[in-house]
């Protein structure tokens, strides 16, 4: 399967006070950790982020097509930008991501527009496969104001994946300094 990885990196980290993404984290840009499990598993690598210092790391970054509307619209961007049919979409901010979660979703890709994870009862749209067919739908979504990824992808043919079998820490994200140094 020709495959490419979306990762979105172009939050305002309110919250961290820096870019995440670029925020060392157990050594190394807290992203590398991202790029480092996903470059053996797709074809391609696109970066959504208004930050040009991301070019470092050598692959494509493209600002958001539409400014200021969160995450879903970087997942659009990067539809947009990708050239495979299969995406899988990650964000910057989980250092801890492993191929089992990804070969999972990717694994359950086939019949449908999106895959996600569902971890205790909590589903994880930053990490999962979409399907390049969802640009048009998700541009409409943002257009009518729509900025919950979660309820944008339930009108469109979704599956959930059970992912209880894999390690918690591996879906936690690093929003504040203090989660870094959890």
């Known amino acids: ?36 499990v996903v470059k053996p598993m797709v074809d391609h690598i696109i970066i959504i982020s208004n930050n040009r210092a991301y070019e470092v790391f050598g692959y494509a970054v493209y600002d958001d097509l539409i400014q200021g509307k ?18 899988l979409v990650l964000s910057c901010d989980v250092p801890f991501v492993n191929k089992e979660v990804l ?7 086939n019949t449908v527009d999106i895959v996600i994870p569902e971890k205790e009862n909590r589903t994880h749209q930053l ?13 409409k979504e943002l257009d009518n104001n729509q900025r919950k990824i979660k309820v944008a992808i339930e009108k469109l043919n979704y599956k ?3 992912a209880n079998h894999i390690a918690s820490h591996i879906f936690n994200n690093i929003n504040t300094k203090e989660d870094a140094k959890a």
């Open 103 to 109: 070969q999972l979703v990717i694994d359950n890709c």
């Open 160 to 162: 959930v994946v059970d």
């Open 127 to 139: 990490i999962g496969v979409y399907d390049k067919s969802c640009t048009t739908f998700l541009k």
């Open 70 to 87: 969160g995450p879903l619209a970087g997942i659009y961007t990067g539809l947009r930008y990708s050239e495979t049919d299969k995406n």
């Open 1 to 36: 399967m020709n495959l490419t990885a979306i990762i979105l990196a172009g939050g305002e980290s309110s919250r961290m006070g820096e870019d995440k993404g670029l925020m060392f984290f157990e050594g190394k840009p807290m992203i590398q950790h991202v790029i480092d």
